[in-house]
């Protein structure tokens, strides 16, 4: 919480409390259900009148539809150009004066974001030097730490078979790949134990099981 004390040309203070909305990020394996939980954390939060916004990664910037190319093989590229791509993708995507997340948590908006740096250390740092992975997302992990890191867990098994239900697969939807994403995923969480909060919270089959367990995760944060 900022305390901001104007000072009046009549002596008078104008104080005014600005409280900087909270950035949530949930990540997951594909599969995992962390948008369908997104968006009804979105609507408990709404009820509770915290104005919030939902977002994802990638984009629907320019630069999250190049990615989006890539991604169902529409574009053929190499793996650290789509790296690099998500990098930028997350920098417009913090930063943009416009509409960045940034901008909105300085007004006050809470963020809820589908994928964020995690996942470029999970998936991208699978597939291509992770060292650099970690380096190109640096500006992010330094300027814009998450408040919480909501991990859905389940195995990639029960992932895939999720995934299986839809008509397109994508370019890391195969078990193999997602046995070892989610691996690198939890390296990840380990690693950072000291910088990050993260909660993991187990898939339940009951989608509102899950719901329950995220809601008390972040009560805390908005103190309710
Ligand atoms: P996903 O959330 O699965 O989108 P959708 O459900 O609409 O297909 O994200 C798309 C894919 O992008 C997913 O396989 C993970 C991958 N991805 C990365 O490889 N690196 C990143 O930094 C991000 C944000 C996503």
């Not at 629907?60 to 190499?78: I, V």
Request: with cysteine.
């Amino acid at each position: 919480m900022t305390r901001v004390v104007d000072k009046t040309a009549c002596g008078w203070y104008n104080e005014t409390v600005m409280n900087r909305g909270k950035f949530i990020v949930f990540e997951g394996i594909d599969g995992s259900g962390k948008s369908t939980q997104l968006k009804m954390l979105s609507k408990y939060l709404q009820g509770k009148g915290i104005p919030c916004v939902t977002t994802c990664e990638p984009t629907d910037s320019p630069f999250g539809g190049l990615l989006r190319a890539c991604l169902t093989g529409r574009l053929e590229t190499d793996e650290r150009a789509i790296a690099a791509l998500f990098a930028a993708d997350r920098m417009d995507h913090l930063f943009n004066p416009v509409n960045g997340i940034e901008k909105r948590l300085n007004e006050g908006v809470t963020v809820l974001c589908d994928r964020y740096y995690f996942s470029s250390l999970a998936y991208n740092g699978e597939m291509t030097d992770s060292v650099w992975v970690e380096e190109l997302n640096r500006p992010a992990m330094e300027q814009m730490r998450p408040d919480l890191v909501i991990y859905i867990e389940l195995t990639a098994e029960a992932g895939m078979e999720r995934v299986g239900k839809r008509s397109e697969r994508e370019r890391y939807e195969t078990l193999e790949k997602q046995k070892k994403i989610r691996e690198r995923y939890l390296r990840v969480f380990e690693k950072r134990a000291a910088q990050e909060s993260v909660a993991v919270i187990k898939s339940e089959r009951d989608k509102e099981r899950t719901q329950e367990k995220i809601r008390a995760a972040v009560n805390g944060l908005f103190g309710i």
